[in-house]
């Protein structure tokens, strides 16, 4: 079956560590997307790829940092200069051509706990 | 900048009835999408509906469906019948309909968060 697969679902570290979250997805679209989710408020855009070596940042992209060396794969690292890691990290993908909209489908999320 | 707003923060009905989700949005753009996504207790994001603006006919996906007033930039989902499966957090989206296409951002609300009682 087609679809986007974070891991780990949950993921622990101590403060001042890197920690990067994996995102995969075969459902062959060109682009992916990281965005973060806090109590009470929606969703927020960290990072975004169209294609391949190429990635832009989004409204909070400060503290984060992405790579994007396959088409499936899009790992977001969060740094230590994150003041406020602790989040649930959604990663999506879609095509960006043909007829729109360009519907974003969500991967299940990884729960980052930084203490 | 585009704002998307949702002014319940939580809405309770009990099984069958009809329930109105909230959603305004600002743009001052003239072509752009309109997303509704649930997330169940699981946390997966789920595409409910969507709308093009372009489009004046109100999308409809079973029992879901929206009124969607583009001069009062307001985008409400109603579900029908409703089902203890539709408990959930619900959100609404705005996507820009940019030229030439590409990747771009949904912009969303802060949720609504919905329950259906037995």
């Known amino acids: 079956d087609g679809g986007i697969t974070q891991s780990p679902k949950y993921l622990f570290r101590k403060e001042g560590q890197n920690v990067t979250l994996s995102c995969e997805q075969n459902l062959n679209h060109d682009a992916m997307y990281w965005y973060r989710q806090d109590p009470g408020q929606g969703l927020r855009l960290i990072y975004y790829s169209q294609i391949v070596n190429d990635f832009q940042k989004g409204d909070i992209a400060e503290g984060y940092s992405v790579s994007r060396e396959k088409k499936e794969s899009f790992p977001l690292t969060v740094t230590s200069a994150q003041k406020n890691p602790t989040a649930f990290y959604l990663c999506a993908s879609s095509i960006v051509s043909g007829r729109g909209p360009y519907e974003q489908y969500f991967g299940p999320g990884t729960r980052l706990t930084v203490t | 900048a585009q704002t998307v707003t949702q002014s319940q923060p939580e809405m309770s009905v009990q099984e069958a009835e009809t329930v109105t989700l909230s959603c305004t949005y600002d743009t001052s753009e003239s072509n752009y999408y309109l997303f509704w996504y649930k997330q169940p207790p699981s946390r997966q994001m789920i595409l409910v509906i969507r709308q093009e603006a372009y489009k004046q006919q109100n999308a409809t996906e079973n029992r879901f469906s929206v009124n969607f007033q583009k001069a009062a930039k307001s985008f409400s989902l109603k579900i029908s019948d409703s089902q203890l499966g539709d408990t959930a957090m619900y959100f609404c989206?705005?996507?820009?309909?940019?030229?030439?296409?590409?990747?771009?951002?949904?912009?969303f609300g802060q949720g609504t968060r919905l329950t259906i009682n037995p």
């Open positions: 989206a705005f996507m820009k309909h940019v030229i030439p296409e590409g990747a771009q951002k949904l912009v």
